[in-house]
C-alpha cells in the first residue's frame, strides 16, 4: 500500500551538495502524528538517522550534521528531499527515506524504502 521511492544522483563530488527525493505514494505525508525520515548506512556501519520533518513542517535533525543537513518538502508532489552540503568520501553509504510514527529509526521495516546507493568520490 505505502510506496517510498528514493531518487537522486548515485555519484557526486566532494565538496558539493546531494539532494535526494523521496517520493510517497498510497500515503500523505501530511497524516497526522506521521514523521517523514532519511537514515542512512555506511559500509560496514550500522543504520544512522539523518534527520526528519514531521507533518506541519517541523525539522529534527542529528546533531552531528546539523550543520551540514537539511530536509524540505513539495506537499503538491508528495515528496521530501534531503540535503546534504559540502559531502566528503566519508558520506558515502546507502540512504533510505521512512515513513512512520516514530521519529528516530534505526531498524528497517515495510515501510522504508529500498534505499540508494550513494558515492562520494573525485
Known amino acids: 500500500q505505502v510506496q517510498l521511492q528514493e531518487s537522486g544522483p548515485g555519484l557526486v563530488k566532494p565538496s558539493q551538495t546531494l539532494s535526494l527525493t523521496c517520493t510517497v505514494s498510497g500515503a500523505s505525508i501530511t497524516t497526522i502524528n506521521y514523521y517523514m525520515t532519511w537514515i542512512r548506512q555506511r559500509p560496514g556501519k550500522g543504520f544512522e538517522w539523518l534527520g526528519s520533518?514531521?507533518?506541519?513542517?517541523?525539522?529534527y535533525y542529528t546533531p552531528s550534521l546539523e550543520s551540514r543537513i537539511s530536509i524540505s518538502r513539495d506537499t503538491l508532489k508528495n515528496q521530501f528531499t534531503l540535503h546534504l552540503s559540502a559531502v566528503i568520501p566519508e558520506d558515502t553509504a546507502r540512504y533510505y527515506c521512512a515513513r512512520d510514527t516514530r521519529m528516530v529509526l534505526t531498524t528497517p521495516d515495510e515501510y522504508w524504502g529500498q534505499g540508494i546507493q550513494v558515492t562520494v568520490s573525485s
Open positions: 520533518i514531521n507533518y506541519v513542517g517541523r525539522l
